[in-house]
């Protein structure tokens, strides 16, 4: 599977689970402003971990 592919389908996963958190995390008139943080911080390192 090359690189391209897999990227796609972690950003499908990325896109469906903040569309699945939003009803839940946040007012109906505030979904849309979750969904766009969510996928703006998608991939970014967590703080304090070290790399392998």
Avoid: I, K, S, Y
């Avoid at 499908?12 to 958190?21: I, K, Q, R």
Wanted: glycine residues 12%; positive net charge; hydrophobic residues 45%.
């Amino acid at each position: 599977m090359n690189g391209r592919r897999l990227e796609r389908q972690g950003w499908d996963a990325a896109e469906t689970v903040a569309l699945a958190l939003a009803p839940l995390a946040v007012e109906p008139a505030a979904e849309h402003g979750f969904v766009t943080a969510f996928l703006g911080r998608w991939g970014e390192p967590v703080a304090g971990r070290r790399p392998r």
